[in-house]
């Protein structure tokens, strides 16, 4: 007898999708904190679920932010 599959598990929802980013902005640092890694990294496009539009414009916000101080640069201590 042929195996059934088990069912995939449900999809993650995406960050801006389940906060309902219409713009992106600098100055909201609460919403840009969550694309950002506990190492102040920008996190990755599969990571997020953004599409490359939103994911690039969040990176270009992250920048903003870093160069007006309103958020921290990468840690390279370890």
Known sequence: MAQQRKPL??????????IRIGHIDYKDTATLRKFISER??????????LSVQEQRKV??????ARELALLPYASTAR
């Open 9 to 18: 598990k449900s999809k993650k929802v995406a960050p801006a999708k389940s």
């Open 40 to 49: 102040g990294k920008i996190r990755a496009r599969r990571v997020t679920g």
């Open 59 to 64: 990176a270009i916000a992250v920048k903003n």
